[in-house]
């Protein structure tokens, strides 16, 4: 039988797709308990927009999404997923009134999924607030609301009913309910199963119940949709709250449920411990069953039971002596454990323009997957392709640990980040260091050569003779159609406005067949360059004749040979570093191109680096930028001089204003400034 694994789903992409309404039959008095409840939670609903980060290839990608939320104090705190907004650099937040308000992150624990964002108004005011009820009073068959934005559309409810109070991830998904930055969120968290419809968006949403009381936070849909318990979700939004963070107890060793056929019939297996944590040095082993710690007694049969354990483990209390009882074989035992707070085992990334590599702290955990004895080093996350990096000889790899510098330790990404600052203050070219990196069981030297590249100038190229047109070959198809098989050369599809072949007289439909009486040969789309090849063996300003057909008839026109435009790659270039684009001067082809007749100011856009500022603003390759703040563009000379200025004063928004095609687009880019 072929078994097909449900996809789980994160609500929180936009892709458009209507509002799903509850279609079923309700009482008049239903009616009413449903509207009461839409009343007192809608005034508290929140469509959040969010500019998070990722990393990969070395580079911080920055990305769009929306998700849901509710406002859960007085003081416009917002509770949410980690998965909407745990990795936001910007936040604007919608009410039900369709007021944009920005938000800040004040915390977020992967862990529960669970982020708390607050609503920054320019005025002192109140919000209007949603209230927690009791989740452990939730019952299978309970009537419950689901209330957020699908698919970032208008504010949206939709009903259903309880299904489970306790749902896992089955054994063929992994028996993972879901890993957001390395953390398993099904080893704390039970669904709440409902079929209340959510979409993308509706991800932190309110699960509500018919009083207008939260009872969990909307996650997943695999089928049924999945919520956080409000208990487990208001412990973590106190905590944040209060402290910026959640802090749980670690002991270092990991269960399971108890074997189908085991000997015993309580308790919870314990799978191992970690080499060096709490359990290892209280001497807890692999095969024994807890069955008690700190006077509670454990127990785990069940898959269900194992978030549940989890959650009382993690409440023990940090840096005290906690009793526990073992059954080891036969034997009943005793030990102490001391707890130490739990670390995140993923911590925050960064990326180092100057290096070509995003990288990260190594946290306890990972290095003793790194069978490290020590979590000192830079970890090397991801590398860009050609960067200082990759580039060096041998070059670094992702998951290489950097520890040295010239010599000097390197023991965290803040010192890595501190001597960057201070190494490249004053220097506007790469140099050289020596770099010490551990790479599994080896240590290894390379020299990498520290800093951004400048653009190359641009090679003068010699400027040779140009006929100032643009022509397609005659081939032998077209040769039968102008009814002359025989018929060798090109035909003109251009001639430059202004220019000497304009004045001479040439038109477009002109076919040249001879060049100062040296007969063309093309007959292929491959002998494209034979015109042109023949045009630079002469002098630019001097003079050739051309002999052409025109409507059939035979004619001879001297046109004066001019000196080649410069083409793209031979124009001044600039680039910025930080919004991440290219621009170049315009060249004649553009202006001939784009017919502006020599009127038009600007740079073209060369190059957008997906996942900069310029690519979230919605920059274009092709646009010509004129304005910034409404300052002209001259040249690239003066948006280089501008984009110094903005990167000294770190204003909130920059507003480029564009040509694209014959529309007017006026881009309003909000960047993230880093101190």
């Known amino acids: 039988m072929n078994r097909k694994v449900v996809p789980l789903l994160l609500c929180f992409f936009c892709v458009f797709n209507p509002v799903i309404a509850d279609s079923e039959e309700i009482s008049q008095d239903l009616r009413e308990i449903v509207d009461n409840a839409i009343s007192i939670v809608k005034p508290s609903l929140v469509r959040i927009h969010v500019v998070s980060a990722s990393f990969r290839e070395g580079r911080e990608y920055k990305y769009q999404s929306s998700g849901s939320g509710a406002i859960i104090t007085p003081e416009g705190h917002v509770i949410t997923n980690h998965h909407v907004a745990g990795n936001a650099t910007r936040l604007l937040c919608t009410l039900s009134n369709r007021e944009e308000i920005d938000a800040v992150l004040i915390g977020t624990d992967p862990l529960s999924d669970i982020a708390i964002i607050k609503l920054t108004p320019k005025d002192n005011r109140k919000f209007p607030v949603v209230e927690f009820a009791d989740s452990g009073s939730v019952q299978v068959g309970d009537r419950v609301l689901a209330l957020g934005s699908p698919r970032a559309l208008s504010q949206s409810v939709t009903m259903g009913i309880i299904s489970n109070t306790a749902m896992v991830m089955p054994k063929r998904m992994g028996g993972r309910g879901l890993q957001l930055d390395g953390e398993d969120v099904g080893s704390l968290v039970r669904w709440f199963a409902h079929d209340a419809a959510i979409y993308g968006g509706n991800s932190g949403g309110p699960l509500v119940n018919l009083q207008g009381k939260i009872i969990g936070i909307n996650e997943i849909s695999i089928g049924l949709a999945g919520a956080i318990p409000g208990n487990l979700a208001k412990s973590v939004m106190e905590s944040i709250i209060d402290t910026g963070k959640v802090s749980r107890c670690w002991l270092g060793f990991y269960v399971q449920p108890l074997l189908k056929h085991g000997a015993v019939d309580s308790g919870v297996f314990i799978t191992g411990s970690i080499e060096g944590s709490p359990a290892d040095q209280a001497g807890v082993q692999s095969g024994d069953i807890l069955l008690e710690i700190n006077g509670l007694p454990t127990h785990a049969s069940f898959d269900e039971d194992i978030p549940v354990l989890n959650g009382i483990l993690s409440d023990l209390p940090v840096g005290k002596s906690i009793p526990m009882k073992l059954l080891r074989g036969n034997e009943n035992i005793e030990l102490v454990i001391t707890g130490i707070e739990r670390q995140r085992r993923l911590p925050e990334q960064l990326e180092f323009k100057e290096w070509g590599i995003a990288a990260r702290d190594l946290s306890y955990l990972l290095s003793k997957e790194y069978k490290r004895e ?81 653009i190359p100038k641009p090679a003068l190229q010699i400027r040779k003779a140009w006929l100032p047109v643009e022509t397609q070959v005659i081939t032998k198809d077209l040769a039968e159609r102008f009814g002359e098989k025989k018929l060798t050369g090109f035909r003109i599809t251009k001639v430059f406005d202004g220019s000497t072949a304009d004045e001479a007289g040439l038109k477009v439909g002109d076919l040249i067949l001879d060049v100062d009486g040296e007969k063309l040969t093309a007959t292929n789309m491959e002998d494209i360059d034979e015109l042109p090849a023949l045009i630079r063996n002469y002098r630019a300003g001097t003079e050739a004749e051309f002999g052409l057909q025109r409507d059939g008839d035979p004619l001879k026109i001297s046109v004066e040979l001019i000196k080649t435009p410069k083409a793209k790659r031979e124009m001044p270039k600039f680039r910025d570093n930080y919004f991440e684009f290219t621009a170049r001067d315009i060249t004649f082809f553009d202006d001939a191109e784009e017919r502006w007749g020599g009127e038009q100011t600007g740079v073209r856009i060369a190059e957008v680096k997906q996942g900069g500022w310029a690519a979230l603003g919605m920059l274009q390759v092709g646009d010509l930028l004129q304005y910034i703040d409404g300052e002209v563009v001259q040249d690239v000379g003066t948006l280089e001089s501008k984009m110094d200025v903005l990167s000294n004063e770190k204003p909130q928004s920059v507003v480029f204003q564009v040509l694209r095609g014959i529309y007017t687009v006026f881009i309003e880019l909000e960047p993230q400034w880093v101190s």
């Open 374 to 454: 020590s979590n000192e080093g830079v970890l090397v996350t991801s590398l860009q392709p050609s960067g200082p990096a990759s580039d060096a000889k041998p070059p670094l790899l992702r998951r290489d640990i950097i520890t040295k510098i010239d010599g000097k330790p390197i023991k965290n990404i803040q010192e890595l980040k501190t001597w960057t600052a201070e190494t490249m203050a004053g220097k506007d070219k790469p140099f050289p260091v020596l770099l010490t990196f551990e790479r599994k069981s080896q240590e290894m030297v390379t020299v990498v050569k520290v800093g951004i590249k400048d």
